[in-house]
């Protein structure tokens, strides 16, 4: 083989069979083989299909996966570099001809690949009578080969250029490169841009792909209230289905990170998104099993303990019994998902305060509504906007010294070892510490 450097072992996984109906490669591997039969490098990336993955149970690429990969075009020219100057080797080449032919020719570009240019493992263990088997796998058992995870590209292609090797060894005559291969091996390809795009692998096979919350990165804490409404939309929408795919939960880190929301603000949101679901369910003095399990469920992919649903069950039950009422003996009582109002001018920084209240999971906002725990005003018969619409809206008004008591019994609460918390306290620390120890 004097006028080609070696063979490029290539495998693809695909969406379908047939190119005609569309289907597309969704992996690609190249194993590079010396002359005598050595692998000297290997190469492996999946590709975006831009399309469903079909047979997943077969070839078991995850979509979360495939749709983070590089298209084909952007990886041409760098699989253009593998290939050239070495003759094509597949088993059953002809399927992967007809792909690479169809992703090129979707690109515009003529390809050396036809039937006669690569050569076929299968055909060759074929001729060198190795095995009744056609498959890859029978063909590298009857040779004695490992056994490999079959059905990813980069084992097949490992396969099959082990298959090249015995078949180098010891029937050299059915692996003979013919006239076309060596054409096919020095095509003069056009210019394609070598990208050198990064490659993307499958998960490992028993990863958990981390909560969607952990790729959310740490913020300073901002002044102002946050804008919310983008973000509930999405996560109405994320859990329509009482699923998180990972599609939706890179899209809701991303308009967290666009809103420039606190880690810290997003496990508040999550909490008054689950407490207002809660009130939902309570509307009709009755929750269902279906209504509890459906709870249990979004409180899970929020990444809260779903200890924490009995909790604001309990707690909304009394406020829907008593609404706008506080006890006589303890007085205000906030809980983590709170959403609470500050209005004028205050002892304490309001930055301040709010950055507190949001660190113990309650949400400070800058309009009251009914869903509104309580105003906390620099004076209790102030006649601003926010203090007239809570009094409209039943919400409590109260002083900045009340709010800051019970803002320092929840956060106390939530400092407290578990199994050491009064009877009397409205959530258990243990649970909240679960909370937020679940996010990193």
Not at 62 to 79: C, K, M, N
Request: aromatic share 4%; glycine share 8%.
């Amino acid at each position: 083989m004097t006028t080609a450097h070696g063979y490029a072992v290539i495998d693809t996984e695909t969406t379908g069979i047939l190119t005609g109906w569309h289907h597309r490669i969704a992996e690609i591997a190249v194993v590079h083989v010396d002359p005598r039969g050595n692998v000297t490098d290997e190469w492996v990336t999946l590709v975006n299909p831009d399309r469903d993955l079909g047979p997943q149970a077969i070839h078991g690429i995850r979509a979360a996966d495939a749709r983070r990969a590089p298209r084909f075009e952007q990886l041409a020219g760098d699989l253009v570099e593998r290939l050239h100057g070495r003759v094509v080797v597949a088993h059953n080449w002809t399927f992967d001809a007809m792909h690479l032919r169809a992703e090129f020719g979707r690109l515009g570009v003529d390809t050396p690949f036809e039937p006669d240019a690569g050569l076929c493992t299968m055909r060759a263990a074929g001729r060198a009578q190795l095995s009744s088997g056609r498959s890859l796998i029978d063909c590298c058992a009857a040779a004695r080969l490992p056994e490999r995870v079959w059905h990813t590209a980069l084992d097949d292609a490992r396969g099959a250029s082990e298959l090249l090797g015995f078949l180098l060894r010891r029937a050299p005559s059915a692996v003979d490169v013919t006239g076309a291969q060596l054409r096919a091996a020095n095509w003069a390809w056009p210019h394609l841009e070598r990208r050198r795009t990064p490659a993307v692998r499958r998960t490992a096979i028993g990863h958990v792909e981390p909560h969607f919350l952990a790729k959310l990165v740490e913020r300073t804490p901002r002044d102002g209230e946050p804008v919310v409404d983008a973000y509930y939309a999405m996560l109405d929408d994320a859990l329509l289905d009482r699923q998180i795919s990972a599609t939706e939960g890179d899209a809701l880190v991303e308009i967290a990170h666009d809103l420039g929301l606190h880690k810290s603000e997003v496990v508040a949101l999550h909490l008054s998104y689950l407490r207002d679901l809660a009130r939902e369910a309570w509307a009709d003095q009755v929750v269902t099993s279906d209504e509890r399990h459906d709870l249990l469920t979004v409180a899970t992919l929020l990444a809260l303990d779903p200890a924490i649903v009995e909790t604001i069950l309990d707690e909304e039950r009394d406020a829907a019994r008593a609404p706008g009422q506080e006890s006589k003996v303890g007085g205000l009582v906030l809980r983590p998902g709170d959403k609470v109002v500050l209005t004028g001018a205050m002892k304490r920084e309001r930055a301040d305060i709010a950055a507190e209240a949001t660190a113990a999971g309650v949400r400070v906002t800058g309009s009251v509504s009914k869903q509104t725990r309580v105003l906390a005003a620099a004076d209790p018969d102030s006649m601003s906007g926010k203090a007239k619409r809570a009094r409209e809206c039943g919400v409590p008004v109260v002083s900045e010294d009340a709010f800051l008591q019970a803002l320092a019994k929840l956060v106390s609460w939530d400092r407290q070892p578990a199994g050491q918390t009064g009877r009397g306290s409205p959530h258990s620390p243990a649970i909240w510490s679960t909370v937020v120890r679940c996010l990193p």
